[in-house]
């Protein structure tokens, strides 16, 4: 049998590339309230607030979704509300890039993330209870061996805008530094043929969480003279600690959390 959820992504994400509305069908519904008739709760109906919990970093350290969330997330993930809040997202982001009064030294950059912001892991995560089951290195790093991680469009826009602009970008991903090939390779197919820098997480970072190792890692982009006018990330890590940017931007992710 087919793989549905995976069907239904890449008819979205085609759909979209290509200016359109994400396609829905009748397996996938729009975001919306779920209750019971005379008003009674219907189990799952909390995960827009658990959802909502997540994205304010106001539930933190959580290991997976909630199992009555699956469905719930799927839905979310898979119709058109995770395209139209990626898309608020980064049309605010070239609204502040294009007011911005540049100097042409070649000095601006803007730090994007990979994982779930330039590139996306959904086809993985279809497969894999859309982040209710623990994560696994092994099953992960197997998926992006293969390279064929989709762009996420909007994000995909952005950069583009961006270089445009004369805006440089930069690459910080908690990637390990052995995916570099795979990682170039897989970024360039999609659309994203230059960067100034792309960072993946080195040994010496090894026991270190994503916070302290992609705060060290602007601070070195800053020491060596670039000016990070922007940031944008789908985990909270992203885009907190030091030297995060003139101003930072987060992304939409229910699937998984990362300190």
């Not at 907190?240 to 229910?254: E, S, Y």
Request: proline share 4%; charged share 20%.
């Amino acid at each position: 049998m087919p793989n549905w959820p995976l069907v239904f992504f890449i008819a979205t994400v085609v759909s979209t590339t290509q200016g359109y509305e994400p396609l829905v069908t009748h397996h996938i519904h729009l975001l919306r309230p779920k209750s019971g008739a005379g008003g009674d709760t219907v189990p799952g109906a909390s995960c827009l607030s658990w959802r909502f919990g997540v994205e304010t970093n106001n539930i933190i350290n959580w290991k997976t979704v909630p199992a009555e969330c699956e469905s719930y997330v799927g839905h979310y993930l898979l119709g058109h509300q995770y395209w139209k809040d990626s898309k608020v997202v980064t049309n605010e982001s070239w609204l502040y890039a294009k007011s911005l009064n540049l100097t042409n030294d070649g000095k601006n950059v803007w730090v994007f993330d990979i994982d779930e912001t330039t590139l996306s892991n959904l086809p993985y995560y279809a497969d894999h209870g859309f982040g209710t089951e623990l994560y696994n290195s092994t099953a992960f790093n197997t998926w992006v061996l293969e390279g064929t991680a989709p762009a996420l469009p909007e994000s995909l826009k952005l950069y583009k805008k961006l270089l445009k602009l004369g805006v440089k970008v930069v690459f910080i991903t908690g990637r390990g530094e052995d995916q570099r090939n795979v990682t170039t390779t897989n970024l360039k197919n999609v659309g994203y043929h230059t960067w100034e820098k792309l960072v993946l997480k080195g040994s010496t970072y090894s026991g270190n969480t994503s916070y302290v190792y992609k705060s060290a890692e602007r601070t070195k982009i800053v020491k060596s003279g670039f000016r990070i006018i922007g940031n944008i990330g789908d985990q909270w890590s992203d885009i907190l600690g030091t030297n995060v940017g003139n101003r930072t931007f987060k992304l939409p992710d229910p699937m998984y959390y990362i300190s």
